[in-house]
């Protein structure tokens, strides 16, 4: 395509009500003018001087023949921050952030990011070459999330997480075989970066060596193989839990 485009009704949402609304253009489908939620959009559209058209729904299958409900925006690509936004000393807490080692599912990733967001997380750190960027499918499955947080793209996770540690960041990787489980580690008083691996390869040999924690998440069944995304959010919110005990 010769423009990047993100569809779904609550992605477009709050790509409108970000404040660095990066949407050109808006079709809708003609029959579902009358949607509740098609009615926001045009009201944030107009809010903010956007353009909306409303198209037969054809003309969107022509871009995305998923389930784009209905309705298409055209957008400015997603700006990707530096890694230095995380050692701004103005933010007075401690920061979290999750680095995305190789994972290249699209759900998981948009998944992943909702999640962060909603737990406070202040960045997801992605790598430009071992694993998926931000796209369509990644901004759809995280319902807009990736405009309400930092997303930071580095040439190498291995330097970014050295950088971190010299930082006065503790790095805790995610791993089967790790020698903690996830709740005995003390997470409260620390900036942290949560390191989670593709599903099958998990987290490469060189971050694991890297890691200050290793940890695991128990199991008790020999069927013992979780989403990535689902075992992301279990130790955000043991991040958080502990955050909330201070």
Known sequence: MEQDFIFGKNTIIEALKNSNNRINKILISKNINSDLKVKEIIELAKLNKISFQFVPKEKLQKYNDFNNQGVIAF??????????????????????SIILDGIEDAHNIGAIIRT?????FDAVILPQHRGMLINSTV????????????????????????????????????????NDNYFDVDYKDMNLALIMGAEHAGVSKTLLKQADFIVKIPMYNSFNSLNVSVSSGILIYEIVKQYMQK
């Open 75 to 96: 957008v400015a690509p997603i700006k990707y921050k530096s890694l230095d936004v995380l050692f701004d000393n103005q933010k007075e807490h401690y920061k979290k």
């Open 139 to 178: 901004e759809k499955t995280s319902a807009g999330a990736v405009n309400n947080i930092d997303i930071i793209k580095v040439n190498s996770l291995v330097d970014a997480v050295t950088k971190l540690k010299d930082n006065n960041f503790w790095v805790i990787a995610a791993d089967a075989q790790g």
């Open 116 to 120: 962060a967001v909603c737990a406070g």
